[in-house]
């Protein structure tokens, strides 16, 4: 009698909880490969691949590096999907007395990045 053995998830080894730590448009951003973010505009067309060297901290699970301020070497790949606005903020400014009532309205121009490569 033969015996086969079932692959399970610990013989594999696991990328999924790969991720990093990156600076981009004045914030920072926890990315995973394969996922979609949402960030301030970044200047690009639909389709280009930018590289960020910016990473703050990188983990694939079971090491962790931390950068000094930032890792040598080190960098993220993402492709731009699309460039948007925001949602509208509304704001109303009132001066009691005076009669004096002010609205306005804003949207922030926003571009989903997606994560290729870490």
Known sequence: ???TKKETKTDQKV???KFAVI???GTQLKVSE???FEVRKIDGKKGDVIEITDVL???DGEKTTIGTPVIEG???VL???SQKKGEKIDGFKFSAKSRNRTHFGARQLVTK???KKI
Do not use: Q
């Open 1 to 3: 009698m033969t015996e």
């Open 15 to 17: 990328t999924e909880n």
């Open 23 to 25: 600076k981009i448009a």
């Open 34 to 36: 394969g996922l979609e």
């Open 57 to 59: 901290l990188i983990s």
């Open 74 to 76: 080190a960098k993220v």
């Open 79 to 81: 492709e731009i999907t």
């Open 113 to 115: 990045v997606l994560v």
